[in-house]
């Protein structure tokens, strides 16, 4: 269904209301986005995977509208919660308008998170800005159906705005979508169009190749940390690990820094790195190197090698909250390993991605680290993902990222 081609107030629900079972639901009514399969008695009514259906708890009051699918845990997710309104196009268009006047209101647009699923009251759907190119990553059937129409209003609301965009590439290739009954993904919306594209944020400049890089192309969500480091760097000798394409190593270059090393285990990784080293005519002082990093940290303390500042910014070592047990052991060993390689009064620069590594697991798994590398931590900054990816209260999906700034001192 092209719903360019409807009525702004055309209502878009299918004749079909999902009933709660009697006690259930406590999410949702805490404020929360999602409904679990287990949690609805009965669908009365017909309706398709993708449909947009009203929601009622187990006594008929009203809970709202969001689209089903039954090939998810995640049976349904939410689109409105108020019975006036109901799901059109001019309320969709209307949703898109208000991410980008939330944007515009809280961080500098010219590279940002645009939508970030449910945390902008759209679920599933991802859309990342990279100058004049945008990233979509699409991971539930019923934001899937929507998606060209979520699109295209975007670009005309970003024209109205002077920003004409040169294309669109999707990202939709995560394994989640195989959970919601959908095909991985990869490849152009319109017409092909160069895929590397250069950026500029917080005064460094990156190649983003938003079709083999990872994720969505780049990592936007560390944008104000990756700036916090600035004042820690000028003079000083870092080591980045987890540098990816070298973004904290080369903010830790422009800010000053004498000497940085800059760690990861992907060669496609440093290979990017470097490139971007070269656009920023920082060579001479920032090196790469592909390493593992669990390895390489207790050959440094070997060697007696020492640092000013050490950045620890890693994958998620955990996507699920049985895998929390390894993660902490991983996190503990890195944190470990590389406060012993900072200076007495040096710092350490630390970080979590992963959901499930929950904040005060992250700073009990940090404070362990501390006791058994014998050094005591000073907390100087402790920030979460940069603001166009907020955190909606009672969406706990939406909060993700953990970022501490310690001063490393020995023991008294």
């Not at 593992?292 to 207790?298: K, R």
């Not at 929390?324 to 944190?335: D, F, L």
Request: overall charge neutral; some cysteine.
């Amino acid at each position: 269904m092209d719903l360019k081609t409807l009525k702004p107030d055309t209502d878009l629900s299918a004749a079909a209301t999902a009933v709660l079972k009697k006690g259930e639901g406590r999410s949702l009514k805490a404020g929360g986005l999602w409904i679990y399969d287990n949690e609805i008695a009965e669908v009365k009514g017909t309706c398709e995977d993708g449909d947009i259906i009203s929601v009622e708890d187990f006594d008929g009051y009203f809970m709202g509208y969001g689209f089903i699918n039954s090939a998810s845990k995640i049976r349904i997710r939410m689109l409105s919660r108020r019975k006036e309104n109901r799901i059109t196009p001019a309320f969709l268009k209307k949703r898109v308008r208000n991410c980008w006047e939330y944007r515009k209101s809280v961080i500098d647009t010219e590279s940002c998170r645009l939508i970030f699923g449910e945390a902008d009251f759209l679920p599933g759907l991802v859309v990342d800005k990279f100058s004049d190119i945008l990233v979509v990553e699409s991971l539930a059937l019923g934001i899937d159906r929507l998606k060209p129409f979520l699109l295209e209003s975007l670009r005309e609301i970003l024209e109205e705005n002077g920003i004409k965009i040169r294309g669109i590439y999707e990202r939709s290739d995560a394994k989640v979508r195989l959970q919601e009954g959908m095909e991985r993904f990869k490849g152009f919306i319109g017409e092909p169009f160069e895929t590397k594209v250069e950026i500029r944020e917080n005064g460094v400049r990156y190649q983003v190749d938003v079709k083999e890089g990872q994720k969505t192309g780049f990592f936007l969500d560390q944008k104000i940390n990756r700036a916090a480091i600035h004042k820690l760097c000028p003079g000083k000798r870092v080591l980045d690990c987890f540098t990816h394409t070298g973004s904290f190593a080369l903010n830790a270059g422009i800010a000053g820094a004498k000497s940085v090393l800059g760690v990861d285990a992907s060669e496609l990784g440093i290979a990017q790195a470097r490139e971007n080293a070269r656009l920023n005519n920082l060579e001479d002082k920032v090196e790469f190197v592909c390493a593992d990093v669990f390895e390489l940290l207790p050959k440094l303390e070997e060697e007696g090698e020492r640092y000013d500042v050490v950045i620890l910014d890693p994958p998620a070592f955990t996507k699920s909250r049985q895998a929390t047990k390894g993660a902490v052991k991983g996190y503990r060993e890195i944190n470990l390993r590389g406060m012993k390689l900072v200076r007495d009064g040096g710092f350490l620069v630390t970080c979590s991605c992963s959901h499930f590594m929950e904040a005060e697991l992250f700073a009990k798994t940090i404070r362990e680290a501390a006791k058994g590398a014998r050094k005591r931590l000073r907390q100087v900054e402790f920030h979460t993902q940069a603001p166009d990816h907020p955190i909606l209260w009672a969406a706990d999906e939406s909060y993700y990222l953990k970022f501490y700034i310690f001063q490393v001192c020995g023991e008294l």
